[in-house]
């Protein structure tokens, strides 16, 4: 199978910045999509942005001009670079990944989540 594990959570004030990591490990042949999305508290999970496997990339508006995705395809890891947080991306961020494996099966497979929290 295919295991996601995040890193790079934590207490920050508003206007400082956090990365994180997130890294697919397991029998990868290619992944397609590798993504991150939020869950804050009584709301449901959102997309916060999104990169193909060509480079593509889109973002949620309120991230927009602030947060970044990039990904290491070499070792299927996908980063969130989030600069000038604000009290209201507080949440549990979670990685997302689409994997073909090696025995030609298809998988969605989300990681455990991550909490950022922002304080004013």
């Known amino acids: 199978q295919v295991q996601l594990v995040e890193s790079g959570g934590g207490l920050v004030q508003a206007g400082e910045s956090l990365r994180l990591s997130c890294a697919a490990s397991g029998n990868i042949f290619s992944i397609n999509n590798m993504a991150w999305y939020q869950q804050a508290p009584g709301k449901q999970r959102e997309l916060v942005a999104i990169q193909a496997t060509g480079g593509s990339t889109k973002y949620a508006e309120s991230v927009k001009g602030r947060f970044t995705i990039s990904r290491d395809t070499a070792k299927n890891t996908v980063y969130l670079q989030m600069n000038s947080l604000k009290p209201e991306d507080t949440a549990v961020y979670y990685c997302?990944?689409?994997?073909?494996?090696?025995?030609?099966?298809?998988?969605?497979?989300w990681g455990q989540g991550t909490l950022v929290t922002v304080s004013s």
């Open positions: 997302y990944a689409d994997p073909w494996l090696a025995d030609g099966r298809y998988l969605k497979v």
